[in-house]
């Protein structure tokens, strides 16, 4: 399996960014996605995830209201649309594919290569 994450960048507060993660090796619309964030020094903690059922998703605290997870199964591509970002948003996103819906690494299999995303204030 393989994923790709890509649309990271820097932006100011209150800014926005898409980040996708394309997916290969897999029956990507069995499986459910997640989006996970590590910022220098701190554990990689949930961001948000999607089930293979379209429409179920669900989301941390810190994110929810701002973030929107999506799939596209036709594209074999997962989305984290984020909004109105904060600097401690500043993090490495990574994409994760696994048997079932989780808020947790280890629920797991498969991950992307992450990608940098930076809020200046």
């Known amino acids: 399996v393989q994923l790709q994450a890509s649309g990271g960048g820097l932006v100011q507060a209150g800014g926005s960014l898409r980040l996708s993660c394309a997916a290969s090796?897999?029956?990507?619309?069995?499986?459910?996605m997640g989006w996970f964030r590590q910022a220098p020094g701190k554990e990689r903690e949930f961001v948000a995830a999607t089930s293979w059922i379209i429409g179920r998703t669900f989301y941390a605290d810190s994110v929810k209201g701002r973030f929107t997870i999506s799939r596209d199964n036709a594209k074999n591509t997962v989305y984290l649309q984020m909004n109105s970002l904060k600097p401690e948003d500043t993090a490495v996103y990574y994409c994760?594919?696994?048997?079932?819906?989780?808020?947790?690494?280890?629920?797991?299999?498969?991950w992307g290569q992450g990608t940098q995303v930076t809020v200046s204030s």
């Open positions: 090796g897999r029956t990507f619309s069995s499986y459910a």
């Open positions: 994760a594919m696994g048997a079932v819906e989780s808020d947790s690494v280890s629920g797991y299999n498969y």
